[in-house]
């Protein structure tokens, strides 16, 4: 093995990192070459010295406080001026909602129910669709005038599709019919409050 | 038993806040020690740590484990210092007209004294970037070649000749400056 043969491979050397046969030939070569050996001491020097330097300690509150600057800058790189937004939200599930989000989104809900059904019966022909036979004040679910026993065709503000027999079908098979006679029975205090949430 | 960097990352995915900083806190000196390193000053190297990590959770979707939560702070970290190292050789070009041509002795005096002080600090700033970032991963971190090219986006064969040839530059400075002292 040649002195620069030595001098390429003075480093992984001292690191224990050449492959043994090399290892054995380097030694062999050092043991007979003072010069060989002056330079191996002298980038074993270097090694020594970097090892030896040091980064000062910036001190205990500084590492203390080091998260809470990140925190702080991450929520800056983010636009928004509150704390760590978790990358998650995204995918939390419904329990992550608030009660208020509940309430309003529910109460929309059933406005829009009340308001479509309302409207479909203002647009719905009102010579059409079966006699409606019996029909009593109490029954009334507005509380509106009723309307009279007619043998007519009826002028039913409420499912003037449906006679009474009809009823308790539909009302099982429809969700939606719990609904609106859910709204259909609040009193006016409860639907201000609601839209006073929205 | 700690739990790892990818269980840590797996609960502040589902939100977990303390998690962030167990993660921060985890490795928070290692990355200020590499700033510190290729910076040399403590409100950069402060700086560029908090960015690193400002970046890793920014882009934390990002990150398809294929290595080390460690690695890949590394390599954010060392991709933040290279800019801030050429906006710094940028900065000192721009300035280069200010500065006065001939100096004072005062001046003179406390270059040479700090460069007594400090001739391998002058030497490493002086390594081209590529040979000083593996010799910091090498020397300061104890990183595996094969990580250190993972880190440095280049072969294992590089990161090694980049290191070789970085201590024997050193070598090569410390023995002149030795030798004219």
Not at chain 1, 92 to 103: A, D, H, Q, T
Not at chain 2, 54 to 61: G, R, W, Y
Not at chain 2, 129 to 135: I, S
Not at chain 2, 138 to 156: K, P
Request: hydrophobic share 40%.
């Amino acid at each position: 093995m040649t002195c620069h043969e030595v001098n390429e491979r003075a480093v992984p050397y001292l690191e224990l990192d050449l492959d043994p046969s090399l290892v054995r030939d380097v030694t062999a070569h050092l043991e007979g070459c003072t010069d060989c050996r002056a330079e191996m001491e002298a980038v074993r020097q270097v090694l020594v010295r970097l090892k030896g330097r040091t980064v000062p300690d910036p001190g205990e509150q500084f590492w203390e406080e080091f998260p809470d600057q990140v925190r702080r800058r991450l929520a800056q790189a983010q636009g928004e001026g509150t704390p760590l937004k978790q990358p998650s939200r995204r995918f939390r599930s419904w329990n992550g909602l608030s009660l208020r989000s509940w309430s309003m989104a529910l109460a929309a809900s059933v406005m829009l129910l009340v308001g479509a059904w309302l409207l479909a019966g203002l647009i719905e022909p009102r010579n059409e669709g079966p006699v409606l036979r019996e029909q009593t004040v109490a029954q009334a679910p507005t509380g509106q005038v009723p309307v009279e026993q007619l043998d007519e065709p009826s002028v039913n503000h409420d499912r003037p599709d449906l006679i009474e027999e009809d009823w308790p079908g539909d009302w099982e098979d429809d969700p939606d019919t719990i609904l609106v006679e859910m709204a259909s029975s609040l009193d006016r205090r409860t639907v201000d409050r609601l839209f006073e949430d929205i | 038993m700690a739990e790892s960097d990818n269980q840590l990352l797996d609960r502040y995915a589902a939100g977990d806040e303390s998690a962030f900083e167990e993660l921060v806190r985890r490795h928070q000196k290692t990355i200020y020690d590499l700033a510190y390193r290729m910076l040399e000053n403590h409100a950069d190297a402060a700086d560029l740590a908090q960015r690193t990590f400002v970046q890793a959770f920014l882009h934390v979707q990002s990150f398809r484990r294929e290595s080390s939560f460690r690695t890949w702070l590394f390599q954010i970290g060392l991709n933040l210092c290279r800019n801030t190292l050429r906006n710094r050789a940028r900065v000192a070009h721009e300035n280069a007209d200010e500065v006065p041509l001939v100096a004072s002795q005062d001046t003179f005096a406390t270059a040479a004294n700090a460069e007594l002080r400090d001739r391998l600090g002058h030497a490493i700033r002086a390594l081209p970037e590529r040979q000083r970032q593996a010799l910091v991963l090498r020397v300061y971190h104890d990183h595996a070649f094969a990580e250190i090219g993972t880190i440095m986006s280049c072969s294992e064969g590089t990161a090694k000749a980049n290191y070789h040839h970085a201590v024997h530059r050193l070598r090569r400075v410390l023995v002149v400056g030795e030798e004219s002292v």
